[in-house]
């Protein structure tokens, strides 16, 4: 079978859920026997997302082989459970570094470098070596940004093009909007239907139109579309919101939406499995306990919607782990700088901390209180990147006694550099060699005998994604071991520390990488697992 392409792209609005669609459609098609993978195109020009603000951009996924990339691809690898690569993401950024590259190795032999040519067809090439490193049979590929614009037309450009070149093999799904304005009280369909043409006057033609909205699409407006833009109404597929984004695909495949893209491609399907997707969406749906949260980080003024995009694989497995144990979780962001004013009584009757990842000096000391907030009084405590680190600078002061610990991240010239950069980092930062030089990707660990660490992977070694530039001094490792903070795991050279843990504690451990870019609905991460078991038997207490 050719490789079949399927384009993802979003009209009226962003922030109506491309990412988890595309993952959807990926899902059913990989259900129904194929070999499926995804690609996220970003139309801007940072060749990856490594040097983008998280709070305007969302989280920045890491992939195994190191690859800073949009939270889209955290996404896909949840819908597919499988990982991707650095094939799997695109950034008009890291087009124009080839084009440009080629151009200057005299690539194009003296034949003028077109703009609106030689960028798509090598958007073309990176689509089929994609499919190939792979061995993906069908590839969805989103277009980020929203249809209108200018920045995205290159990526459009590559499907019109391909479309000419392949037509039985490729096909379009377009992402639309549809308001239910509040002085209306009704649906209105007008918008979906510019964003539909405007996608025509790129020469393209949805095959299928999404219709996003409060509330199912009715047949009515579905017609209307349907005869405004030339499509048939069984190939608009409503897509209501949802309690949680797991049943997406669900509810794409009542409308028998794979059938209908198969049936397109002029392709039979092989089988049909979606049973353990259907368990699990019953288990999250009819967990009927709650649990309370506390994320505690710096507040970011943009909002608390801004905040949970920043941390967005974080919340998602938390709720993989939750409903193992009935739990639906209640996450509450808590500002660390409300805590350096009033105190951690805020912390009051939470189940369960958790520090994320984070940069920076502002509001760390508020993070440092609730770390010793959480310690003191046997609330488990999970500590992801950031959060092992400045748990080991809250035991080097509250325990070893070291008043002036810190990371060398926020006071270079303390005595006790609990947390500190090494000489390679040094060398970048100080030349300015920052995209895509921290401690990245997958590494490997080997863990203590006899820790909570062991006991929760079942497994003596492992790996993990890392995205940090600063590491635990090791030469407070036997102090920190005497006085009860255990390192529990290392990179398998035994050099770097990958994981900490108190002893005498319901939980309490922190980890040098992020377990959370490898938790998947149908396969939670131990440790989120281990946390939210901690956390539900503390509700209890
Ligand atoms: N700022 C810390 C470092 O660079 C932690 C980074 C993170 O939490 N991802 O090491």
Known sequence: MNTKIIFVSGGVISGIGKGVATSSIALLLKSRGFKVTAIKADPYLNVDAGTLNPIEHGEVFVLDDGMECDQDLGNYERFLNQNLNSTNYMTTGQIFKTVIEKERALGYEGKTVEFFQDPPREIIKRIYSC????????????IGGTVGEYQNLLFLEANRLLKLSSPRDILHVHLTYLPIPSSIGEMKSKPAQMSILQLAQAGIHADFVLARSQVAVDDKRKEKIAIACGLAAEDIISAPDVESIYQIPLNFENQELSDK?????????????????????????????????????????????TLSDAYLSVIESIRHAASHFDIKPKMRWIDSAQIETEGSGVLKGFDGIIVPGGFGVRAVEGIVS???????????????????????????????????????????????????????????????????TMRLGAWEWKTQKGTTFERVYKSTTGSERHRHRYEFNNKYR?????????????????YLVEAMELKNHPFFVGVQFHPELKSRPLRPHPLYMAFMEAVSKQKKR
């Not at 499919?131 to 989103?142: P, S, T």
């Not at 198969?262 to 499995?273: F, G, I, M, V």
């Not at 306990?289 to 919607?305: C, H, L, N, Q, R």
């Not at 036997?478 to 903070?485: A, D, I, V």
Request: proline fraction near 3%; hydrophobic fraction near 40%; charged fraction near 30%.
């Open 478 to 494: 036997k102090e920190f071991e005497k006085k009860g903070l255990i390192i529990s795991a290392t990179t398998t050279d035994g």
């Open 131 to 142: 499919a190939k490193v792979n061995r993906a049979e069908i590839v969805l590929f989103e």
């Open 261 to 305: 893209i198969l049936e397109k491609l002029k392709t039979k399907p092989r089988k049909s499995d979606l049973s353990d997707w259907k368990i699990m969406v019953n288990r999250v749906l009819t967990a009927k306990k709650t649990a309370k949260i506390a994320m505690v980080g710096k507040y970011f003024s943009t909002g608390d919607f």
């Open 370 to 436: 609730a770390i010793k907030y959480a310690r003191e009084n046997n609330i488990p405590y999970f500590g992801l990147c950031y959060g092992m680190q400045q748990a080991a600078v809250e035991f080097a002061r509250n325990v070893l006694g070291y008043k002036d610990a810190n990371t060398t991240e926020i006071n270079p010239k303390t005595k006790h550099p609990i947390i500190h950069i090494m000489q390679s980092q040094k060398d970048n930062v100080k030349y300015k060699n920052l995209g895509a």
